[in-house]
């Protein structure tokens, strides 16, 4: 992996508004037949955008990697990634408890070691399982709760405590989530779980977490109801955002840049779905407001970062030095976006 990625000159220089496209490509063979079939008008914006810009970043994975390029690049934008990134230890969930629980006075943990849970249903196939999108359950803020109280007996037993943020997300707590990898919902969803399982011996805990909430579940009242009303049960969990804070992002204050970023998720949450009517008219939105936007503070001298990701590859981009445009332009007139873009 090779990374390049540009710092504030000082603390007082200004924030650089960036706007971060997840999803920007993806290895589904649909999604190249979209891109090709988009008219060039629907992405005039980015194109006039990029012409203006010059590469301050780059970050080259795979796409087995359980962190994907889009949440790396939000890692380090929120200060996450320290000393550096290990797979699948990029720690949202220490991150976002830290978030809700900044200038509780007297706010004590046990540990700084945090995983989200998030009870999902699991399509049953001859060979595998594949994970369904959780925000398609509908599932309560009543029978979640029930859920996780149901659960809480079983990870108590293995040193792990359970909290409610959102009817699709809780915090768990424990130190074996301190080096344990785990793989980021969007790897997962639509795909067999079986390579993105927790692995080896780190994660048998997990494992075994989860063989037995299936079987809890199985049996449970709330998927007899979810049944009878013709939805989908609740039938598994799955374990994502693991790790500790790195030292520097405890109570880390609001950086200029996190006030500057937009990262909509339009194009992920359409891909997901395989609605690729959805991801075009998606591209079509986002360079008609977001795209125009950043066009026009750039034309007007200011300085702005665009990040595309793919499943494998994110490349930064920011606004170039007046003296160096001509020359970058003429690097980059030749190829157009569905280029680059295939290059992630």
Same mark, same amino acid.
């Given at each position: 992996m090779s990374t390049l990625y540009p710092t504030s000159a000082s603390a007082s220089a200004p924030p650089v508004p960036h706007l971060l496209?997840?999803? @920007?490509?993806?290895?589904?063979?649909s999604w190249l037949a979209t891109l090709k079939a988009l008219p060039a008008a629907h992405t005039r914006h980015f194109a006039k955008l990029l012409q203006g810009m010059q590469l301050a970043g780059t970050d080259n994975n795979d796409a087995l990697s359980m962190? &994907?390029?889009?949440?790396?690049?939000?890692?380090?934008?929120?200060g996450l990634d320290g000393d550096g990134m290990r797979d699948g230890l990029i &720690?949202? %969930? @220490? $991150?976002?408890?830290?978030?809700?629980? *900044? /200038?509780? %006075? /007297?706010?004590?943990?046990?540990?700084?070691?945090?995983?989200y849970v998030t009870p999902c249903h699991w399509l049953m196939g001859r060979e595998h399982a594949t994970l369904t999108n959780p925000d398609a359950l509908a599932l309560s803020e009543a029978d979640s709760r029930t859920l996780m109280a149901a659960m809480q007996v079983y990870f108590e037993a293995d040193g792990i405590r359970l909290h409610y943020i959102a009817?699709?997300? $809780?915090?768990?707590? /424990?130190?074996?989530?301190?080096?344990? &990898?785990?793989?980021?919902?969007?790897?997962?969803? /639509?795909?067999?779980?079986?390579?993105?399982? &927790?692995?080896g011996s780190s994660g048998k805990t997990l494992r075994r977490l989860q063989n037995e909430m299936q079987m809890l579940l199985y049996t449970h009242p709330? +998927?007899?109801?979810?049944?009878?009303?013709?939805?989908?049960p609740i039938n598994s969990i799955w374990f994502s955002g693991t790790g500790e804070l790195p030292e520097q992002g405890r109570r880390p204050a609001a950086s200029p840049e996190r006030q *500057?970023?937009?990262?909509?998720?339009?194009?992920?949450?359409? %891909?997901?779905?395989?609605?690729w009517e959805a991801y075009a008219s998606a591209w079509a939105a986002l360079d008609a407001l977001e795209a125009k936007d950043?066009? +026009?503070? *750039?034309? @007007?001298?200011?300085?702005?970062?665009?990040?595309?990701?793919?499943?494998?590859? %994110?490349?930064?981009f920011e606004s170039a030095p007046r003296s160096l445009l001509r020359s970058f332009n003429q690097l980059l007139k030749p190829k157009p976006l569905l280029g680059l873009l295939e290059t992630l």
């Open positions: 496209l997840a999803f @920007a490509a993806c290895s589904d063979a962190s &994907p390029p889009h949440e790396r690049a939000l890692a380090r934008v929120h &720690p949202w %969930a @220490a $991150w976002e408890h830290e978030q809700r629980t *900044q /200038g509780e %006075a /007297g706010e004590e943990t046990r540990t700084h070691s945090w995983a009817p699709q997300r $809780w915090l768990a707590e /424990g130190d074996v989530f301190r080096n344990l &990898p785990t793989a980021s919902l969007d790897r997962v969803l /639509g795909r067999s779980v079986d390579p993105w399982l &927790p692995a709330i +998927n007899d109801a979810r049944t009878s009303q013709r939805q989908l *500057q970023l937009s990262a909509p998720r339009t194009l992920v949450d359409s %891909a997901l779905r395989d609605d950043w066009l +026009n503070r *750039q034309a @007007a001298g200011e300085v702005v970062r665009l990040t595309l990701c793919g499943e494998r590859t %994110a490349l930064t």
